[in-house]
């Protein structure tokens, strides 16, 4: 769904920019674009969307902070089994 979103954006700003229909294209374009990101289903989406990506967010953290707890831990379980020395470089 995110790509989908992502491609007819760029297609819709693509066309925009490159468009020679002038002004009054652009400006119907525009006025569609206005209507659609004022649209309640897009603000109720939109803040669904940032809810989940926030999920998501805190869930990287958690999962990448206990991977380097683990990481370190086995890092010094490894030092201190081979007497406290580092391996040479």
Known sequence: MRFRLTLLL??????????KAGRT???????????????ET?????QQVSGLADQAVGTFQ??????MSKASDAM???????G??????
């Open 42 to 46: 897009v603000q109720q989406v939109s």
């Open 10 to 19: 760029g297609l819709a700003i693509g066309y925009v920019l490159g468009t």
């Open 25 to 39: 294209r652009y400006d119907q374009i525009m006025e569609l674009w206005n209507q659609v990101m004022g649209s």
């Open 84 to 89: 406290g020395s580092a391996p040479p470089s």
């Open 62 to 67: 958690a999962k990448t902070s206990e991977g």
């Open 76 to 82: 010094s379980s490894a030092e201190s089994s081979s």
